[in-house]
T-cell receptor
Framework: EAQVTQNPRYLITVTGKKLTVTCSQNMNHEYMSWYRQDPGLGLRQIYY???????DKGDVPEGYKVSRKEKRNFPLILESPSPNQTSLYFC???????????FGPGTRLLVL | QKEVEQDPGPLSVPEGAIVSLNCTYS??????FMWYRQYSRKGPELLMYTYSSGNKEDGRFTAQVDKSSKYISLFIRDSQPSDSATYLCAMIDYGQNFVFGPGTRLSVLP
């Protein structure tokens, strides 16, 4: 089954404790992206990647890092999480320029 | 002013009604336009996408784009309770920057 998977689905952590949210897709897609979704603000793009070793900032990259060492994986790293990073995070992938993105199930993060 | 504006709703309609969902945008560099549907506690799923002005139809859904007015719409005919969800418009510019509207919550009442 073609899908985008994220882990963990739920995470509670404390300020400053580094964490990684993994994202994997099995569709051989070149384009992958991370978003955060907050009430009233909708989905905002954090980082995206056009292909392996190619990443670029989205609208809200501050406080986040990504890497794309393999085509299928695109982890999101929070080096020093803060409470304002409490949000619902989605990973997405696409085969071409990104207009037909497939989304993962989401990761709900709470930073205390 | 946000790049993409969308009426947040909530919008409640009776079953069988025609629903009109709208977005306006300010960036003339947007070239692809999409509508996503998001059920509660789920990731968004793509409904339709288009890259030119005009109408595109898919079953009960019609997407309309007016680039001159920077306005896009999604029409749902014969709405069903299963259409109850949040609808997000989305756009991509030439630099592959992907921007979503804040979403409109729709409830279709049986």
């Amino acid at each position: 089954e073609a899908q985008v998977t994220q882990n963990p689905r739920y995470l509670i952590t404390v300020t400053g404790k580094k964490l990684t949210v993994t994202c994997s897709q099995n569709m051989n897609h070149e384009y992958m992206s991370w978003y955060r979704q907050d009430p009233g603000l909708g989905l905002r793009q954090i980082y995206y990647s056009m292909n392996v070793e190619v990443t670029d900032k989205g609208d809200v990259p501050e406080g986040y890092k990504v890497s794309r060492k393999e085509k299928r994986n695109f982890p999101l790293i929070l080096e020093s999480p803060s409470p304002n990073q409490t949000s619902l995070y989605f990973c997405a992938s696409s085969s071409s320029s990104g207009e037909t993105q497939y989304f993962g199930p989401g990761t709900r993060l709470l930073v205390l | 002013q946000k790049e993409v504006e969308q009426d947040p709703g909530p919008l409640s309609v009776p079953e069988g009604a025609i629903v009109s969902l709208n977005c306006t945008y300010s960036n003339s560099a947007f070239q692809y336009f999409m509508w996503y549907r998001q059920y509660s506690r789920k990731g968004p799923e793509l409904l339709m996408y288009t890259y030119s002005s005009g109408n595109k139809e898919d079953g009960r859904f019609t997407a309309q784009v007016d680039k001159s007015s920077k306005y896009i719409s999604l029409f749902i005919r014969d709405s069903q309770p299963s259409d109850s969800a949040t609808y997000l418009c989305a756009m991509i510019d030439y630099g592959q920057n992907f921007v979503f509207g804040p979403g409109t919550r729709l409830s279709v009442l049986p």
